[in-house]
């Protein structure tokens, strides 16, 4: 089955750092580009950050500097890590598959929240 | 990095036809054929509706359809049913950034 695992939402202090795993099974990573998107508490979805098959990395201004998207391919695993958190990151985070034939995120996984907050 | 513009609701009653917009620029919808739609029930992840502007994925039903004409792309749902309500979701291709999500359209199914 195909599907996409995120884990390591928790709650953490402004400032502080964390690293979101995103498990993939029943496709490989580094084939497709990968991507987070965000979805703060009632509010709408953001793409933060994209990686694409070759290696090249996108963010949005809202991260830059802060966030880096990476993947593992022995392990199958993307990762977001989040530095200099703020409240304004708190959010569900989605990983997404990019489905290179339609570019289109087709495989979305369930989320895991991260709250900011001291 | 503008948000894609949607209206933040709308609704229609069973049976009926709906059209939600999502207004771009000529930087992201205007310029690319690469819009796409996604569904999201409360409390879930989202859903790919509709790719490249009119496509279909496998198993999403054929009462869903898309378009675009400049800026501005649009989805339309006919033949509304109960569980069509959710939030909808456009996003674009948008060059050297991630991708560019429309802000959101709440669907109400009267």
């Known amino acids: 089955e195909v599907q996409l695992v995120e884990s390591g939402g928790t709650l953490i202090l402004p400032g502080g750092s964390l690293r979101l795993s995103c498990v993939a099974s029943?496709?490989?990573?580094?084939?497709?580009?990968m991507s987070w998107v965000r979805q703060a508490p009632g509010k709408g979805l953001e793409c933060v950050s994209i990686?694409?098959?070759?290696?090249?990395?996108y963010y949005a201004d809202s991260v830059k500097g802060r966030f880096t998207i990476s993947r593992d391919n022995s392990k199958n695993t993307l990762y977001l890590q989040m530095n200099s958190l703020r409240a304004e990151d708190t959010a569900t985070y989605y990983c997404?598959?990019?489905?290179?034939?339609?570019?289109?995120?087709?495989?979305w996984g369930q989320g895991t929240m991260v709250t900011v907050s001291s | 990095q503008s948000a894609l513009t949607q209206p933040a609701s709308v609704s229609g009653s069973p049976g009926q036809s709906i059209t939600i917009s999502c207004t771009g620029t000529?930087?992201?919808?205007?310029?690319?054929?690469?819009v796409s739609w996604y569904q999201q029930h409360p409390g879930k992840a989202p859903k790919l509706m509709i790719y490249?502007?009119?496509k279909r994925p496998s198993g999403v039903s054929n009462r869903f359809s898309g378009s675009k004409s400049g800026n501005t792309a649009s989805l339309t749902i006919s033949g509304l049913q109960a569980e069509d309500e959710a939030d909808y979701y456009c996003?674009?291709?948008?060059?050297?950034?991630?991708?560019?999500f429309g802000g959101g359209t709440k669907l109400t199914v009267l």
């Open positions: 996003c674009s291709y948008a060059g050297s950034i991630p991708r560019v």
């Open positions: 490249e502007v009119s």
């Open positions: 990686i694409y098959s070759g290696g090249s990395t």
């Open positions: 000529s930087s992201d919808v205007g310029n690319y054929n690469l």
């Open positions: 029943g496709f490989t990573v580094n084939n497709n580009y």
């Open positions: 997404a598959r990019g489905w290179v034939v339609g570019d289109a995120f087709d495989i």
